[in-house]
């Protein structure tokens, strides 16, 4: 069951049209996230290239959990404020695309750390219960708009 739909999704992160990536939010608490995605099948998905769409695409999924994560901790229905991916880490591919996984994405993220403007997370995406992806992730939040706020 969604408790967050694809608009509900696309009004509190910066990513419009099909650049919102996830589909609906399944379950969430203040330290991790749930959501599933279709739109790995889609041929105008925007990280699409010519052969397809590569294994690392799923981290942009994982990132945009972690930014509705975010949106939904700050308990507002605004956008949060801009988080900047800075690393990736350990990072463990099982499959080579998305496109041809004939199931929905399960993208799963966890709040590791938070120190304000820095925040650490661990991801995972599956399908069907095989994992295909997972690692962590560094997200630095913008500090110049915490301090014009």
């Known amino acids: 069951m969604t408790i967050l739909d694809r608009a509900g999704i696309a009004a509190r992160i910066p990513h419009a049209g099909n650049m919102c990536l996830l589909d609906g939010v399944l379950a969430w608490t203040p330290e991790a996230i ?12 925007p990280l699409r290239g010519a052969d397809g769409l590569d ?11 972690m930014a509705i994560h975010g949106a939904l901790r ?8 801009a988080g ?3 690393s ?28 304000g403007n820095h925040l650490m997370y661990s991801f995972r995406i599956e399908t069907e219960g095989r994992p295909l992806l997972w690692g962590r992730a560094s997200v630095m939040l913008d500090a110049a708009a915490r301090q014009h706020a």
């Open 34 to 45: 749930s959501c599933h995605a279709g739109s790995h099948r889609d041929p105008a998905n």
């Open 55 to 65: 294994i690392l695409n799923g981290i942009e999924y994982a990132a945009q959990a």
């Open 74 to 81: 700050a308990g507002t229905d605004e956008a949060p404020r």
């Open 84 to 86: 900047f991916l800075t």
């Open 88 to 115: 990736v880490r350990e990072v463990e591919c099982l499959a080579s695309r998305l496109d041809d996984i004939p199931g929905a994405l399960r993208v799963y993220a966890e709040c590791l750390s938070d120190s």
